[in-house]
């Protein structure tokens, strides 16, 4: 199809009101069944993207609307799902368990870069990436609800703020998800311009021509996220024995290695871009490291009654400061720079080089506020209040339920702006 829709508007829209929705569905996953909101979200959000692939190119405006549904969808089940997992195991068990379900995150987006470029090519239409994705979250839930009362929004939100371990850490996510936001619209296109650089690949005028950078990248997605969430929780379940501070440690540290690795990569990009694959291997390798610590982190210094709420802030904040703007400011920057010098090939590679070193700088703040959380996560620790995270516990069918919708959810939101990416 010739569709002329640019990703970055469409992923706005996904991002605007998956931050804006997250806080209410936090409010009610902290006073009603867990259950039935993540499977109304997963259902709503399964319609809405069937609904997508039957959008027309000449309804340009529908897709704004449905990435904005499918963001509202994304938002329902996306904060009560990691507190199911919290609520069914102990401490000694639950990193582990949140590995398992963190790893849909990067193998589910690394997917939505192959298969969206699959779809396309081996179908000859786009709409179909829609509606494998849709095949994928098919659910059969018979749910209840039952109410509960609790405090007030404002005050969970008021003693949420006064909780120094958890804003740290959702500062360090932010930065976080400020790289892998850019990392992930722009690396294939500043690969593509550094092989024109060297000479190994012609100027394209084309939009797709860097799609082979695109299928690559979503391989090492893959392939990193899975080991890198992996050794995360196995590096902090064995830390924590010995150091109550373990946690945020390992992220501050993977952060700095993460940044470390970037800063090469863009050095090494126009001499070598196997070096340049390998050091940004190595970045998202110790990013994924820590989705579960993080996650894990929340869920021991915030107390049950209130961890849905969090998890939505955390969810706001981050998007909200980090991957809804860095692909726009990556983006601007790389024009400012390519608009007073130039308009050459080396400079069109060198633009993009020079303002991807904000998220070098990003992630070594990043590590700074995970450094500033092992300061306060001792003693804002809570205890393990059983008798309240009982009122939230589900059966083990529901959980089994929890990590097979969620795993094909998280990951192919992806999926639905690389789809167009590969199509344009």
């Not at 150091?243 to 090469?264: E, H, K, Q, W, Y």
């Not at 915030?302 to 400011?329: E, F, M, N």
């Not at 303002?355 to 070098?360: D, G, K």
């Amino acid at each position: 199809g010739e569709v002329c829709l640019s990703p970055s508007p469409l992923k706005k829209s996904f991002i605007l009101c998956y931050m804006v929705a997250a806080p209410f569905f936090g409010y009610l996953g902290d006073r009603y069944n867990r259950k039935i909101i993540l499977g109304a979200g997963i259902f709503f959000w399964s319609a809405v993207t069937l609904g997508t692939s039957f959008i027309s190119e000449s309804y340009h405006w529908m897709f704004f609307l449905s990435r904005g549904l499918v963001g509202i969808g994304t938002a329902s089940y996306s904060t009560v799902a990691p507190t199911i997992i919290a609520d069914q195991f102990d401490e000694g068990k639950r990193t582990t368990m949140l590995s398992v379900f963190y790893i849909c995150i990067p193998v589910g987006s690394g997917l939505g870069y192959v298969l969206a470029s699959s779809m396309a090519n081996v179908t000859g239409d786009w709409h179909w990436a829609f509606r494998v994705s849709y095949s994928l979250s098919l659910m059969g839930l018979t749910l209840s609800i039952s109410g509960t009362i609790r405090t007030t929004w404002w005050q969970d939100v008021i003693s949420l703020g006064k909780n120094c371990s958890f804003v740290w850490s959702t500062l360090g996510l932010t930065a976080m998800a400020f790289v892998t936001g850019a990392l992930g619209m722009w690396v294939p296109m500043f690969l593509y311009r550094a092989q024109v650089v060297q000479g190994t690949v012609s100027p394209c005028a084309e939009k797709s021509c860097n799609s082979s950078n695109s299928l690559i990248f979503g391989g090492i997605t893959i392939g990193t996220g899975i080991l890198g969430v992996v050794a995360g929780a196995e590096a902090a379940r064995r830390l924590r024995k010995i150091n109550n501070r373990g946690d945020p440690l390992i992220c501050a540290t993977s952060m700095f290695v993460s940044a470390l690795c970037l800063f090469i990569a863009l050095m090494m990009a126009q001499r070598s871009i196997t070096s340049t694959f390998i050091f940004i291997a190595l970045g998202e390798l110790f990013l994924s490291a820590n989705w579960a610590v993080v996650t894990d982190i929340l869920l021991y210094v915030v107390t049950p009654r209130r961890q849905s709420t969090a998890i939505a802030l955390q969810i706001l904040v981050s998007h909200l400061l980090g991957d809804a703007g860095s692909p726009y400011l990556v983006g601007a920057i790389s024009s400012v720079i390519q608009a007073n010098n130039n308009h050459s090939v080396q400079w069109s590679f060198r633009s993009l080089q020079y303002s991807f070193i904000i998220c070098v700088f990003v992630g070594v703040i990043g590590g700074g506020f995970f450094l500033l959380t092992s300061f306060y996560v001792e003693d804002d620790h809570v205890p393990n209040t059983t008798a309240d995270a009982l009122k939230f516990r589900q059966t083990g069918q529901d959980l089994e339920n929890s990590f097979s919708f969620y795993s094909a959810m998280v990951g192919f939101k992806q999926l639905d702006s690389t789809s167009l990416l590969a199509s344009s």
